[in-house]
């Protein structure tokens, strides 16, 4: 009598949504933006509550990207009134021409 042949069971697992899954975490991106602004938002809601007025004028000044200096006139910044010419040399606020310093 002839042996009967036992095939094996093949057995597919699928399952749905896994490119769903790749694309889903940018909900994390946006939780953290938002959980960033809170805490900048809570952090200046404290800060407004324990500094003075002298003082929050002092933090408002030092986040200030204009003002570089409020007591000079510019005449003692960095160049002392002085500019660069095309060789790289600095230039007297006196120089003629294109040299000179309005």
């Known amino acids: 009598m002839p042996r009967k042949r036992i095939e094996p ?3 597919i697992k699928r ?3 896994e490119e769903e899954e790749e694309h889903n975490s940018a ?3 946006a939780y953290a933006d938002f959980v960033t602004a809170m ?3 809570f952090l200046i809601m404290w800060l407004m509550n324990i500094t003075t007025v002298e003082q929050r004028k002092g933090i408002a000044d030092y986040f200030n990207p204009v003002a570089l200096s409020q007591s000079n ?3 003692d910044g960095m160049l ?3 500019a660069v010419d095309k060789t790289g040399a600095l230039s007297t606020p006196n120089a003629p ?3 000179s310093v309005p």
Do not use: P
Request: proline residues 0%.
């Open 9 to 11: 069971t093949i057995i």
């Open 80 to 82: 002392a009134g002085r």
């Open 97 to 99: 021409g294109e040299h």
């Open 73 to 75: 006139s510019g005449a």
């Open 27 to 29: 909900w994390k991106l």
């Open 39 to 41: 805490m900048t938002f």
């Open 15 to 17: 399952r749905y949504g």
